[in-house]
């Protein structure tokens, strides 16, 4: 035999290993066999692809076709990669069909959210899926597959090198308002602050605090902030809520601080400063006392014709009482004593017996 003889001979068996794994592999997994056959097609896209900046939303879209139809709901495993957040906030698929080359398919496009937390490169590796799908004679199918893997990078523009923090939303802004009036405080007036954090396309958790400066004379009492997230049409919506209650407690000229967000608008890549203006308090003197409530104990004619006359059938019964005790008896009154004290005795006996069986003789 000669070497080509041999190389050819060693080339097939590894073809016939590989198609005896495929093959074993396809009858423990039928959707795996249905996607190597052509009648089933994953696909993945990052939205958007590039000019990403850390914190901001990127899209895992993960495209799920059949010529079948579906059977089943489809369960995603999120992956986990470092420096990245990925999470499934769309619990339901977005429907659709399409033809291809003659073919209809049913279409579940799939979306998950990724957050950069920092500058790099990141690779989401293969995202595993549980689908169920009809195989025509083979009846419903089930099994795991998984979408392509992406790679991209995240950078740091210019415009935010000097920056801290910033928020990266297509929208984004902050607002304050107080529950009353802030002219003509006095010492021991209370006031309270709401500020507002709205973004679209963020997280509430990733939107910036907003710190309580302390001021002698104005105690500050912050509550811990309220984080709201919502859906609306595939645009997610965040708010972040912080309430803080003042008490003045002393006169004098107090100032809220102004604040300053960097916003980095991810529609046209520009870099804004949001802000608050300061607000100004101006305390003078005392709080106003508050007037002392009164009770009011008028009473009403028929009420005083009522306590007048209890009033004399006490006095009666005291003068009737005075004019008969002394015609009474010695011994009346010492037998009327005696019966008092006996009954204030009985009252302290047991309320059992000394012995289990009186009368009898068999001790306890």
Known sequence: MT???????RYLLVLAC????CTAAAADNPVAALQAAGH?????????????????????VIKIATDSWFTGGTRIAIPEVPGLVILQTEQFASNASETSNGKTWVVQNWTLDVFPQRAGDFTIG???LQIQVNAGEAGNVSGEVSSPPQQFSVAIPPALAEA??????????????????LEHLAVGDAFQQEVVLEASDVLAMMLPDY?????QGLAAYPSPPKLDNSNNRGQNLARRTIAISYVVEQPGAYELPARE???????NSELTLVSLPATRIDVEGAATPQPTPTIDISLSPRQWLLLAGGAVLALAI??????LLPRLPLAHWRAQGALCLQRLRGLFKPALATRLNPGSSAEE
């Open 211 to 215: 710190a309580v400066e302390e001021q």
């Open 261 to 267: 967000y960097y916003w980095w608008n991810t529609r």
């Open 318 to 323: 005291v003068l009737l009482a005075w004019r």
């Open 126 to 128: 293969p995202v595993p």
């Open 164 to 181: 801290d923090r910033w928020v990266a939303a297509p929208e984004f802004s902050i607002s304050q308002h107080f529950d009353r009036s």
């Open 40 to 60: 089933l097609r994953i696909e993945s896209a990052l939205v958007p692809g590039e000019g990403i900046v850390p914190g901001q939303r990127v899209k895992l």
């Open 3 to 9: 070497r080509r003889q041999r190389c050819l001979g």
């Open 18 to 21: 590989i198609y005896s794994a």
